[in-house]
């Protein structure tokens, strides 16, 4: 059984997402047959220089290198490892609309390092008429559900007039986590809650601002 190094216990945020997209790299060129890729490849693919991926690297427990590069399946093994994408975590969908039934239903492929085992909507209607494997519950019950499943992340669709509410019985149950599609912007309560802001409106703006700088 491998050991995780101390010294390698903290990893700055841009490196830890540099080292997600590198993992999803991996993964579709290991799923190819592909057994290696180096350091200046990775970076051309991500966007991102040379020196950074091997930066980013340098924060793993065992990553090995060979002439021809990094050896694909021991580089994905060791950024598994070291960032736990071994665990399984339970997760929960907050918001039932559209999106939210898209998530809870989505089957095609399990989420990586989470599973859903609840869903909370505030229309006890809906909850009548939905029809899932999984169980949903009304969302006052957010607390008790979260303690007992033992819930970890909590992923966000409620409309932004429930959402201070949501955020404040996600919290007393002790969620650790919330990935959040909310119009409404989180920020975080304590150190021991990550949130994660997704804002798609925002990455509209973005990328049609590429398209008119390009187009100058």
Same mark, same amino acid.
């Given at each position: 059984?491998?050991?995780?190094?101390?010294?390698?216990?903290?990893?700055?945020?841009?490196?830890?997402?540099?080292?997600? @997209?590198?993992?999803?790299?991996?993964?579709?060129?290991? &799923?190819?047959?592909?057994?290696?890729?180096?350091?200046?490849?990775?970076?051309?693919?991500?966007?991102?220089?040379?020196?950074? /991926?091997?930066? &980013?690297?340098?924060?793993?427990?065992?990553?090995? %290198?060979?002439?021809?590069?990094?050896?694909?399946?021991?580089?994905?093994?060791?950024?598994?490892? !070291?960032?736990?994408?071994? !665990?399984?975590?339970?997760?929960?969908?907050?918001?039932?609309?559209?999106?939210?039934?898209?998530?809870?239903?989505?089957?095609?492929?399990?989420?990586?390092?989470? %599973?859903?085992?609840?869903?909370? &909507?505030?229309?006890?209607?809906?909850?009548?008429?939905?029809? %899932?494997?999984?169980?949903?519950?009304? !969302?006052?019950?957010?607390?008790?559900?979260? @303690?007992?499943?033992?819930?970890?992340?909590?992923?966000? !669709?409620?409309?932004?007039?429930?959402?201070?509410?949501?955020?404040?019985?996600?919290?007393?149950?002790?969620?650790?986590? /919330?990935?959040?599609?909310?119009?409404?912007?989180?920020?975080?309560?304590?150190?021991?809650?990550?949130?994660?802001?997704?804002?798609? /409106?925002?990455?509209?703006?973005?990328?049609?601002?590429?398209?008119?700088?390009? &187009?100058?």
């Amino acid at each position: 059984m491998r050991k995780k190094n101390k010294q390698k216990g903290h990893i700055p945020l841009p490196a830890l997402a540099r080292l997600c @997209k590198i993992y999803n790299l991996l993964e579709e060129m290991h &799923d190819k047959g592909e057994t290696s890729i180096s350091s200046h490849d990775i970076g051309k693919r991500l966007g991102v220089g040379s020196h950074n /991926i091997r930066k &980013d690297i340098g924060y793993l427990d065992e990553a090995g %290198t060979s002439g021809a590069g990094y050896d694909i399946a021991k580089l994905k093994s060791s950024i598994e490892f !070291t960032l736990g994408f071994e !665990t399984e975590r339970n997760a929960c969908i907050v918001g039932l609309g559209s999106l939210g039934s898209v998530i809870i239903n989505y089957q095609m492929k399990q989420f990586p390092c989470f %599973t859903i085992v609840a869903g909370f &909507d505030s229309n006890i209607n809906k909850l009548e008429i939905m029809k %899932t494997s999984i169980p949903v519950y009304p !969302t006052y019950e957010i607390p008790s559900v979260i @303690k007992s499943k033992r819930i970890e992340l909590a992923v966000v !669709t409620e409309p932004d007039r429930n959402i201070d509410k949501i955020t404040e019985r996600l919290i007393e149950g002790g969620i650790k986590g /919330i990935i959040n599609f909310s119009p409404v912007m989180l920020s975080s309560p304590s150190e021991s809650v990550y949130i994660r802001n997704i804002d798609i /409106i925002t990455e509209f703006r973005y990328v049609s601002a590429l398209f008119t700088l390009h &187009d100058r």
